[in-house]
C-alpha cells in the first residue's frame, strides 16, 4: 500500500514528498472563500521549498498580486534528492551543486509582465528567477528551519504554508507555535495523537483544514524512492505518484466547513437505521470499561440526544464544529490508560460532548 511507502519513508527520514498543484489550490480556495483578504499585505514563507521544484512556491507566485501579497519567501534545505534541470542557480556553480542543490533563498515582492507577453504566468516567474539576481541569495547555512537564519525569516513572515519534512513533523509545528504564527501545512494523520498536537486542537487553536484522505490526489517523488501501492502512478507529465489515504492539513486559518454543525439522529433511530451492521439492533451503544462514555464507533452514528460524554474515531475531527461539540479528552480513560469495552480497546478515540444535546424525554439509556 501506498501508506506503508510513506510509513517507511518516515522512518528512514526520506522527507522528499512534493505537493501537486490541484491539492494546493483546492485547499486555498477553502480560506479565500471564507475571507477574500486572507493573504492581503501578508508575507507568506515556505521554509522547506525549493521554488524550482515547489508547487507552493509557483502557485504563490503566480497568484501574488491576485492575493494581493505583500512578499514571498521560499527556502531550499541542501541535499535535496530532485536536481533541478531547468536552470542554473548561481554563475559558476560548482558541479557537485548540482546534484545535491545548493541551499537558497527566493524572496519576491511583485511579479510583473516580465516577458510583454501581456500575461502574468509562470514564464513571467522563471524570468524573474533567472534574471532579478536580487531575489535569489544563498544561505549562509543549510537552510534547515530550526537555524537561526530561517528563524529569522520566520518571524518577519505573517503566514507558514509548506509540506514539512514527515520526520520533523512534532518539532516543525512547535517551532510554529513558538512564534504564534498563521500557517497551513500537510501531515500525517496520526499527527492529531502527537502530546505536541493535540492540545492545540482541543484548545482550538489550530484545527484540519478542507481537505482530508482520500481527496489528496497524492504527492510527487523523487527516483530513487519506490513506487509500490495499488494507488501508485506514473502521470502524463512523466511525474511519480503514490497516494495515501491518510493525509491531512492542519491549519489556524478559518474556514467555512468548520462552522457547519454535523447532522445528527437519535440514540434510537441510529440503533435502528444505522448502515452499520455494528450497531444496527444493538439496544444500546456499548459503555467503556473505565471511563463514564459512550463507545460511537463511526462519526456518522453520533447520537443527537446523549447529553453525556462518547468516544469517537479521530477522523472525527475533519467533521468537528467547535460550536457543536466540545472536545474532552483523547484515549485515555480514568485509569490512564487506554479506553476499553470489554476489555478489548478500540482505535484511538477522542472524547467529546455535544454542546447542543437535544434533551428528549426517554432516550435511550446506553
Given at each position: 500500500m501506498a501508506n506503508a511507502t510513506l510509513s517507511k519513508a518516515k522512518k528512514a527520514k526520506n522527507d522528499e514528498f512534493y505537493t501537486q498543484w490541484a491539492d494546493i489550490e483546492k485547499e486555498v480556495q477553502a480560506y479565500l472563500e471564507f475571507d477574500p483578504d486572507v493573504f492581503k499585505g501578508k508575507t507568506i514563507l515556505c521554509p522547506c521549498d525549493d521554488p524550482y521544484e515547489s508547487n507552493f512556491f509557483k502557485y504563490f507566485a503566480l497568484h501574488f498580486n491576485e492575493f494581493k501579497l505583500k512578499k514571498l519567501i521560499a527556502t531550499c534545505?541542501?541535499?535535496?534528492?530532485?536536481?533541478?534541470?531547468?536552470?542554473?542557480?548561481?554563475?559558476?556553480?560548482?558541479?557537485?551543486?548540482?546534484?545535491t542543490r545548493t541551499p537558497h533563498k527566493i524572496e519576491i515582492t511583485e511579479v510583473e509582465d516580465y516577458n510583454g507577453d501581456l500575461?502574468?504566468?509562470?514564464?513571467?516567474?522563471?524570468?524573474?528567477?533567472a534574471n532579478k539576481k536580487n531575489a535569489l541569495t544563498r544561505?549562509?547555512?543549510?537552510?534547515?528551519?530550526?537555524?537561526?537564519?530561517i528563524k529569522k525569516l520566520r518571524d518577519e513572515a505573517d503566514i507558514i504554508i509548506t509540506n514539512p519534512p514527515f520526520s520533523l513533523f512534532?518539532?516543525?509545528?512547535?517551532?510554529?507555535?513558538?512564534?504564534?504564527?498563521?500557517?497551513?501545512?500537510?501531515?500525517?494523520?496520526?499527527?492529531?495523537?502527537?502530546?505536541?498536537?493535540?492540545?492545540?486542537?482541543?484548545d482550538n487553536k489550530i484545527w484540519l483544514g478542507l481537505a482530508f484522505g482520500r481527496n489528496f490526489r497524492g504527492f510527487i517523488i523523487p527516483n530513487n524512492y519506490p513506487l509500490s501501492g495499488s494507488e501508485a502512478r506514473?502521470?502524463?507529465h512523466g511525474n511519480r505518484i503514490v497516494s495515501t489515504n491518510n493525509t491531512i492539513w492542519l491549519t489556524n486559518l478559518d474556514h467555512g466547513r468548520r462552522h457547519q454543525s454535523l447532522?445528527?439522529?437519535?440514540?434510537?433511530?441510529?440503533?435502528?437505521?444505522?448502515?452499520?451492521?455494528?450497531?444496527?439492533?444493538?439496544?444500546?451503544?456499548?459503555?467503556?470499561?473505565?471511563?463514564?462514555a459512550i463507545e460511537v464507533p463511526f462519526s456518522d452514528a453520533i447520537p443527537s440526544d446523549y447529553e453525556g460524554v462518547m468516544g469517537v474515531p479521530i477522523s472525527f475531527l475533519h467533521k468537528y464544529c467547535p460550536e457543536q461539540f466540545e472536545i474532552i479528552k483523547f484515549r485515555k480513560g480514568d485509569d490512564d490508560r487506554d479506553l476499553s469495552v470489554g476489555?478489548?480497546?478500540?482505535?484511538?478515540?477522542?472524547?467529546?460532548?455535544?454542546?447542543?444535546?437535544?434533551?428528549?424525554?426517554?432516550?435511550?439509556?446506553?
Open positions: 534545505y541542501i541535499g535535496s534528492p530532485i536536481a533541478s534541470t531547468q536552470l542554473t542557480l548561481f554563475d559558476n556553480e560548482p558541479e557537485d551543486n548540482k546534484t500575461a502574468v504566468d509562470l514564464r513571467d516567474v522563471e524570468w524573474l528567477l544561505l549562509a547555512g543549510d537552510g534547515d528551519f530550526r537555524s537561526d537564519e512534532r518539532e516543525f509545528i512547535a517551532w510554529i507555535m513558538e512564534a504564534e504564527k498563521q500557517f497551513l501545512i500537510i501531515g500525517n494523520m496520526n499527527a492529531i495523537t502527537y502530546k505536541e498536537v493535540f492540545p492545540l486542537i482541543k506514473i502521470d502524463k447532522p445528527l439522529m437519535t440514540m434510537a433511530k441510529n440503533l435502528r437505521y444505522s448502515k452499520h451492521k455494528e450497531l444496527r439492533g444493538k439496544e444500546c451503544y456499548d459503555r467503556y470499561d473505565n471511563y463514564d476489555g478489548k480497546c478500540p482505535y484511538f478515540r477522542i472524547l467529546i460532548k455535544n454542546k447542543h444535546c437535544k434533551h428528549l424525554a426517554g432516550r435511550n439509556k446506553a
